[in-house]
């Protein structure tokens, strides 16, 4: 069964608008799930939104499928639990047909494994019940993100850069294994273990007090019991991609330095969220936040000099000379990068919005903010050195709109305690 919302009472103002394009601004948007109950509750919530979405129901994933072979969507929003096809099987599907397709799941309770499969193959997670205007500002902030990337990729093309990274092989070998129903935490470590220096960073960093744990962690399996699948993950994909982009020598930039702030700023984030989906999404954002800046350099040393030295001399952050002088930034690239990789859609726009999370509309104590304020945290703890631009830093206009300026004094002795716990050798994943 599948229906669709009737557009008939758009409106003469939509009407007459040319054809083509009232078509091109139109997002088609396919809500999955398997109760008929909550498929009619989706459709009266989505009724706001029938002058600018096409709003689309599917009752199953083979329904869904069908009317993905008729007109491919631009966002599928599935359930994870229903009885023929589940959500991750689906969206698995989707991914495979239907590359461009924003992906996402809407679900009340899941079993852990569940959520992980699902986590390999959907940009977000949104929980059941759901409130209409929450869920309509992700799919448009998912929208907005897709728009930004796509004007990172056309800055990439235009500047003749380098060939961007492949997904590391390591964190693509752990998805896959992830992405089995029967994955056990044995099948982990043992994907870990074939890589020696990965092996050693995922048991120096277990063993310290930077995450916590509280125990001697001799293996790689206990490791992945304690710190968790997604946290070995976020390890092993920063890992991976420091090594794959790492400079050899620049001017300027150090890559310990660059590994130990990208730790911090983790921990911190870790620090400001609750346990939770929210709360992993920042930490690997955090880890990866400035990885742009990795790809600048890696496209042209002398380019990222001239701007650093560009930043220094107006006494501006990096990030506003590049908006000024090339249009996009290294937070920008960063994020196309991730997005290439498949990232959920809370880590890219948490890297791709790290300096201006005012900028988008309906923001909480969620991984955008979060990364921001512990990227401040960090830059402030940082020691001064001749040539370097000023860090941006705490947006006090978003601190006091989220009723949180009083959490700062609080904050700020965290990122003191943790930058002191921070592992001498962080940096140390040269390979």
């Given at each position: 069964m599948s229906e669709t919302i009737?557009?008939?009472?758009?409106?003469l103002a939509d009407a007459s608008r040319d054809p083509a394009e009232r078509e091109q601004a139109r997002k088609r948007i396919l809500f999955v799930d398997d109760e008929p109950d909550l498929l009619e509750s989706l459709r009266d919530a989505m009724r706001r939104y029938r002058r600018q979405w096409q709003v689309d129901f599917a009752r199953g994933g083979n329904a869904a499928l069908e009317l993905l072979g008729d007109e491919p969507a631009d966002v599928v929003v599935a359930d994870m639990q229903m009885p023929e096809m589940d959500g991750a099987t689906l969206l698995q599907r989707v991914r495979d047909l239907y590359p461009t397709t924003?992906?996402?799941?809407?679900?009340?309770?899941?079993s852990p494994q569940l959520l992980t499969r699902a986590a390999t193959v959907a940009h977000r997670f949104l929980g059941k019940p759901f409130d209409a205007a929450e869920l309509?500002?992700?799919?448009?902030?998912?929208?907005a993100l897709r728009e930004l990337t796509e004007e990172a990729?056309?800055?990439?093309?235009?500047?003749?850069?380098?060939?961007?990274?492949?997904?590391?092989?390591?964190?693509?070998r752990l998805t896959n294994v992830l992405s089995d129903p029967g994955w056990e935490p044995a099948d982990v470590a043992k994907v870990v273990e074939a890589d020696i220096a990965i092996t050693a960073k995922v048991l120096q960093l277990a063993n310290s007090a930077f995450f916590g744990v509280g125990r001697e962690v001799t293996s790689v399996q206990q490791a992945v019991v304690y710190l968790g699948v997604e946290t070995i993950k976020s390890l092993t994909l920063t890992a991976e991609t420091f090594g794959v982009l790492a400079p050899e020598t620049v001017h300027g930039f150090s890559i310990d330095e660059f590994q130990r702030h990208a730790m911090l700023?983790?921990?911190?984030?870790?620090?400001?969220?609750?346990?939770?989906?929210?709360?992993?999404?920042?930490v690997t954002a955090a880890l990866l936040h400035d990885v742009g800046k990795l790809v600048l350099i890696a496209d042209d040393p002398f380019r990222w000099a001239r701007?650093?030295?560009e930043a220094h001399r107006l006494q501006q952050p990096l990030h506003r000379v590049e908006l000024?002088?090339?249009?996009?930034?290294h937070a920008a690239t960063g994020a196309y990068l991730l997005s290439l990789w498949g990232l959920p859609d809370g880590v890219v726009e948490a890297v791709a919005h790290h300096h201006d999370p005012g900028a988008l509309p309906g923001l909480g104590l969620d991984p955008v903010a979060v990364v921001h304020i512990a990227n401040a945290l960090a830059n402030e703890l940082a020691p001064?050195?001749?040539?370097?631009?000023?860090?941006?830093?705490?947006d006090d206009g978003l601190v006091h709109r989220l009723g949180l300026a009083r959490k700062q004094s609080t904050w700020r002795g965290l990122a003191t305690k943790y930058a002191n716990q921070l592992p001498a050798a962080a940096g140390s994943w040269n390979r």
């Amino acid at each position: 069964m599948s229906e669709t919302i009737s557009h008939d009472d758009r409106g003469l103002a939509d009407a007459s608008r040319d054809p083509a394009e009232r078509e091109q601004a139109r997002k088609r948007i396919l809500f999955v799930d398997d109760e008929p109950d909550l498929l009619e509750s989706l459709r009266d919530a989505m009724r706001r939104y029938r002058r600018q979405w096409q709003v689309d129901f599917a009752r199953g994933g083979n329904a869904a499928l069908e009317l993905l072979g008729d007109e491919p969507a631009d966002v599928v929003v599935a359930d994870m639990q229903m009885p023929e096809m589940d959500g991750a099987t689906l969206l698995q599907r989707v991914r495979d047909l239907y590359p461009t397709t924003l992906r996402m799941v809407l679900s009340g309770h899941a079993s852990p494994q569940l959520l992980t499969r699902a986590a390999t193959v959907a940009h977000r997670f949104l929980g059941k019940p759901f409130d209409a205007a929450e869920l309509g500002l992700l799919i448009e902030r998912s929208c907005a993100l897709r728009e930004l990337t796509e004007e990172a990729e056309a800055f990439r093309v235009t500047a003749a850069a380098t060939a961007l990274p492949s997904r590391p092989g390591v964190y693509t070998r752990l998805t896959n294994v992830l992405s089995d129903p029967g994955w056990e935490p044995a099948d982990v470590a043992k994907v870990v273990e074939a890589d020696i220096a990965i092996t050693a960073k995922v048991l120096q960093l277990a063993n310290s007090a930077f995450f916590g744990v509280g125990r001697e962690v001799t293996s790689v399996q206990q490791a992945v019991v304690y710190l968790g699948v997604e946290t070995i993950k976020s390890l092993t994909l920063t890992a991976e991609t420091f090594g794959v982009l790492a400079p050899e020598t620049v001017h300027g930039f150090s890559i310990d330095e660059f590994q130990r702030h990208a730790m911090l700023v983790a921990r911190i984030a870790a620090g400001i969220l609750p346990d939770g989906r929210s709360q992993q999404e920042a930490v690997t954002a955090a880890l990866l936040h400035d990885v742009g800046k990795l790809v600048l350099i890696a496209d042209d040393p002398f380019r990222w000099a001239r701007l650093n030295h560009e930043a220094h001399r107006l006494q501006q952050p990096l990030h506003r000379v590049e908006l000024e002088q090339e249009g996009v930034t290294h937070a920008a690239t960063g994020a196309y990068l991730l997005s290439l990789w498949g990232l959920p859609d809370g880590v890219v726009e948490a890297v791709a919005h790290h300096h201006d999370p005012g900028a988008l509309p309906g923001l909480g104590l969620d991984p955008v903010a979060v990364v921001h304020i512990a990227n401040a945290l960090a830059n402030e703890l940082a020691p001064k050195a001749e040539g370097r631009p000023p860090a941006q830093a705490i947006d006090d206009g978003l601190v006091h709109r989220l009723g949180l300026a009083r959490k700062q004094s609080t904050w700020r002795g965290l990122a003191t305690k943790y930058a002191n716990q921070l592992p001498a050798a962080a940096g140390s994943w040269n390979r």
